[in-house]
């Protein structure tokens, strides 16, 4: 083993188990009890024909969606794990001279957007039925406004990864995976401070709440809550959705408490305080600042196991990539850069991108669950939480139940598709852990 790869070993072992540490001290594991019985009862209670329409919706849902992660996986693999990858990246960069600049943010760009447009007719398709549904309030032109905007994102935070990525390989080509690793860190982090202040006024306008007896009730249970809350803000989310939500977003001063307009509009101001008490929990337990540390520590674990995949010749031959440090057959990349000939090769070459999206895509599918898991957990901690500052469990119910019926959620839906892709607990079980609250169970 070379010194460079033995560090990236040691480190990747480090990070793993600076995660697991994370892991086990900062989630919630314990879960707070919601037996079955009280699940099946608060079932019963919600109106039969509206469940059978929620699930129908599932039901019809699950075809663009399924459709959409097959076909966007296969797509990664067959531009990842075939020369075809590298072809696309080599073509975007001719008209430079195969500058590695333009192969680096123009080649990948290309290759992100071509695994993104094969997914585009599924997302159509899932539109067309949020729409029938009455769920969605957004025509064609919205959506498709919608859908360039979060390209235009996209493409300017991957240039900016992409190029300072690639810098880092070409310029220290044995230690780059120690750059990578630190940098992907720190994108995490500042992504988490800077996303919700520049990138969600893209998409929605926040105004603060208005003055009156709402703002005041609101602004009182957080101070009695002992969160430092700077404002109450209100997302025009009505242009795009009949659903209803809350979320809290940043960290430190980035630290917000955001309210759909939908939300004000269907529910009655104990149950907004419900549902905002829910997210002031999430303030009070950290519960950003655990999921950047996590995703921060996992990003920077990504890079140097990367890295150390790099050495896998059979799989860079695969994808039409030279191996790490044997880049020297590659005598037209540098073409524009004087004595530059060479890359570093391995996941360090430009080449490689298609190949480590499709690594990205693999690794995405199998952490899903886990990720899942991890954000049931700290839900059912939000929950519980709400529970305790407003010791209201019928006013929780209440809204629980409007929730599911407004948003169509499927209140109880199959095991195994929650298990795999419920971030939350399900309507049922968050009804069933307020009847067990109200019996003084913990
Ligand atoms: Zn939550």
Redesign the pocket.
């Known amino acids: 083993m070379t010194t460079p790869r033995l560090w990236a070993a040691v480190t990747l072992a480090a990070l793993l188990v600076a995660l697991a540490v994370g892991a086990a001290v900062l989630i919630p594991w314990h879960r707070p009890p919601a037996p079955r019985a009280d699940q099946l009862a608060a079932l019963a209670q919600l109106p039969a024909d509206r469940v059978e329409r929620a699930r129908a919706f599932h039901a019809e849902l699950r075809w663009p969606g399924y459709a959409s992660m097959a076909v966007g996986l296969v797509v990664a693999l067959v531009i990842g794990l075939t020369p075809l990858g590298a072809w696309l990246v080599t073509q975007a960069g001719r008209p430079f001279g195969g500058h590695w600049v333009a192969r680096a943010v123009l080649g990948g760009l290309l290759v992100v957007f071509a695994g993104g447009l094969v997914t585009l007719p599924f997302a159509a398709w899932r539109h067309t039925i949020l729409v029938r549904y009455g769920l969605s309030t957004q025509s064609w032109g919205g959506w498709t406004a919608d859908v360039l905007k979060s390209a235009a994102v996209s493409a300017v935070l991957g240039a900016v990864v992409l190029l300072a990525f690639f810098a880092v390989t070409r310029y220290v080509p044995r230690w780059w995976w120690a750059w990578g690793a630190a940098g992907a860190f720190l994108l995490v982090v500042l992504l988490s401070f800077v996303l919700p202040v520049l990138v969600e006024p893209v998409f929605n306008k926040f105004t603060p709440m208005a003055s009156g007896a709402q703002r005041e009730q609101l602004m009182a249970l957080a101070a009695r809550d002992g969160v430092p809350v700077k404002d109450v803000l209100v997302a025009d989310a009505s242009r795009r959705t009949r659903a209803v939500n809350a979320y809290v977003s940043g960290l430190g001063p980035t630290r917000r408490i955001v309210v759909y307009d939908t939300l004000l509009r269907e529910a009655p101001p104990e149950e907004v305080a419900s549902v905002v008490a ?2 002031l929990g ?1 303030a009070k337990d950290g519960d950003v600042l655990t999921g950047t540390l996590l995703g921060a520590l996992g990003a920077a674990a990504g890079v140097a196991a990367l890295y150390l995949l790099g050495a896998w010749d059979g799989l860079l031959r695969l994808a039409g990539v030279p191996a790490a440090g044997g880049g020297g057959a590659d005598t037209v990349a540098g073409g524009g850069v004087a004595g530059g000939a060479t890359g570093p090769g391995g996941f360090g070459d430009p080449r490689a991108i298609g190949l480590l999206l499709a690594v990205g895509a693999v690794a995405g599918l199998v952490m899903g669950p886990a990720q899942s898991l991890v954000s049931r957990r700290i ?1 059912a901690r ?1 929950d519980a939480h709400a529970l305790a500052l407003t010791r209201d469990p019928a006013t929780f119910t209440a809204m629980q139940r409007r929730l599911s019926l407004v948003n169509l959620g499927d209140p109880d839906p199959p095991a195994w598709e929650q298990a795999l892709f419920g971030s ?1 607990p399900t309507a049922v079980e968050r009804m069933a852990a307020a009847a067990a609250y109200a019996r003084g169970e913990r």
């Open positions: 829910h997210e999430h839900e939000a939350h």
